[in-house]
């Protein structure tokens, strides 16, 4: 059975994103970005749901054609790439680097995927996330907290009918006062 794991940057108040999708408080230092990019090295498999998936394959498939791409955000567009991903949305009808498209119920496809046997998921979107929090399907939690309030945004966690409650697996810090915390779901 397989592992699902959501990890993202979050601002110390609890947002993914600021007002306006604003991403500018959220820009990583070399170290944090290298995490980042062998976490996607070594993920099994990826879930996103439309929006985020719509912003990472509008820049990371062509990074290395842009001026000022440095080896490392190659890397990561080579892994990011490579990576399998399934991307859950009602309103696209294709999708291309590796990745295939689920238009049916999303519960019902992580489920599935969720018995297989295999390597880590990651599921990556706030929304997305919050359909497989409310169905209790995240096994693990990666939150890489910056030291900004943005009061308001995207959410990183959502409203849930039952608490659900955690283990502290790991603490990490990385420069800028940014901290990495991973808890594992009790069961």
């Not at 939690?141 to 990183?156: D, N, Q």
Request: proline share 4%; no cysteine; glycine share 8%.
């Amino acid at each position: 059975m397989r592992k699902l794991t959501f990890a993202m940057n979050v601002s110390l108040d609890g947002y993914v994103t600021a007002p306006g999708d604003d991403l500018g408080w959220s820009v990583p230092s070399d170290e944090l970005f290298q995490f980042w990019s062998d976490r996607v090295g070594s993920t099994e498999l990826s879930l996103y749901g439309r929006r985020l998936w719509t912003d990472m394959s509008s820049h990371w498939p062509t990074v290395e054609e842009q001026p000022g791409a440095t080896a490392q955000h190659v890397e990561f567009s080579r892994r990011w790439k490579a990576m399998p991903k399934v991307v859950f949305s009602s309103t696209l009808s294709s999708v291309d680097w590796n990745a295939r498209l689920v238009t049916g119920d999303a519960v019902t496809e992580i489920t599935r995927l969720k018995a297989e046997d295999g390597g880590r998921m990651d599921i990556a979107g706030a929304t997305l996330a919050a359909t497989a929090m409310r169905a209790r399907l995240i096994d693990e939690y990666v939150l890489v907290t910056a030291p900004v309030l943005v009061g308001g945004g995207k959410p990183f966690f959502t409203a849930l009918d039952n608490w659900v409650d955690l283990t502290l697996v790991e603490t990490r810090t990385f420069p800028d006062g940014v901290l990495l915390t991973r808890y594992e779901t009790k069961r």
